[in-house]
């Protein structure tokens, strides 16, 4: 073993273009496979403040047609309530806006910025598992009463106050003042539905989340109890709109169904309107022919490269074949040699993929205007059983393209391979 090492590495210096672009593809494949399951799992695995995901469900839009017309748009928390409150099977359930919206702000010393800023009621705090660090939670009382308090990250206390206490002290938002009442712990703000910089309670009476009797800026995060389907939810749901439509329908009115509310991976995958239902489905067809790609790819320019390889090598074969090395030795010797430099082309792209993953995971986070926070733990990044896949097959699918051009090198008449130019 020893001795065929010494070969191959002779080999790769001896021909390094082709041995580098041989490891350079194998590398780039596991590296690129690597970044499209991140961006893939990192939308549904579950991490705080989102550590229900495998439960979690959204319930965030309404969609109307007309006689000669339509209408989508976020629903008011009359129609929330409508569609979602005493769900069976549902753990926990909050009433808050979707999305976070930017919000000036300013401490003691005056200077105006601006922060990530939600509404949502007490019912928040069951649902996502923000860690606090200091002072409390705001209450279902202080909710309702939509008390002029509010929770903030941890880096936006450091911002806003500095040094100074900052469970007790106030702050302008949207030039109103605020206490602060808790602290907690930066998140990462790829759990869109659970973070914030800035979280002020809200309630039935806000009437600032309402534009009408149906359209306001409300959604509705619920938990499903542990052996409850998404399914059953939505079964529970669409009854209900099959009442508004009833109710609705002397107006000429009537609702479509979207498959409401969302899980985790429809989050995921992308909400793109309030008229749309997201295509699972279609997002994963597109990602296994992404993986199609990165994998046979470079394995055909691998083929092609391993039959110019073996035309260089073709004097070198008929040599050993004459001094009585069989047609089975030598087509083992170079699947093993291509199996060694396969080898280390998917353990250089593994490292790579992590080094990128663990160290520029945080760009996403910073792409945004404004706001920061923590970058996702490593398992909501990576799904290693994916990168293992892919790692074998990219090995099956380079020993079957050497497996060709080997078994060629083989069969060579050791006569004509010497005499080859």
Known sequence: MKTKLKQIIYDLRHQP??????IFSTTMSIFLIMIVVMMNQEGTTPYAPESCRDRFMLG???????????????????????????????ESMSYMQKDCHAADVSGPTGEAFQARSRKADAGFWQVFDHELLEGRFFTPEEADALMKVAVITES???RLFGTEERVGNTFIFNQERYRVIGVVADHSMLAPSGSFEVLIPTGP?????????????????????????????????????????????????????????????????????????PDVEGHERMSM?????????PAINLSTMLHSRMRRRISEIGVRRAFGCTRARVFLDIIVENFIVTLLGGVLGLVLGIIFVTNCAGLFETMENFGTGAT???????????????LMLCFVLNLVCAAIPAWQAARENPVNAINAR
């Open 17 to 22: 273009v082709i041995a580098s672009v041989t």
């Open 60 to 90: 965030a839009y309404m969609h109307f047609t007309y006689d000669q017309s339509e209408g989508s748009g976020s629903i008011s928390y009359s129609m929330a309530r409508r569609l979602y409150d005493g769900l069976e099977g549902i």
């Open 156 to 158: 936006m206390a450091r």
């Open 205 to 277: 009476k806000d009437e600032t989340l309402r534009w009408g009797d149906d359209w306001g800026d409300v959604a509705v995060a619920m938990v499903r109890k542990p052996g409850i389907s998404a399914e059953s939810i939505r079964d529970q749901v669409k009854a209900r709109y099959a009442q508004i439509d009833t109710e609705y329908a002397p107006k000429g009115m009537k609702s479509v169904y979207h498959e409401q509310p969302f899980d985790q991976k429809m989050i995921a995958v992308g909400i793109n309107g309030s008229n749309m239902t």
């Open 289 to 297: 022919l992404l993986y199609a790609i990165l994998l046979f790819v």
């Open 376 to 390: 996702p733990p490593l398992s909501a990044l990576v799904d290693w059983s994916i990168v293992v896949i892919a």
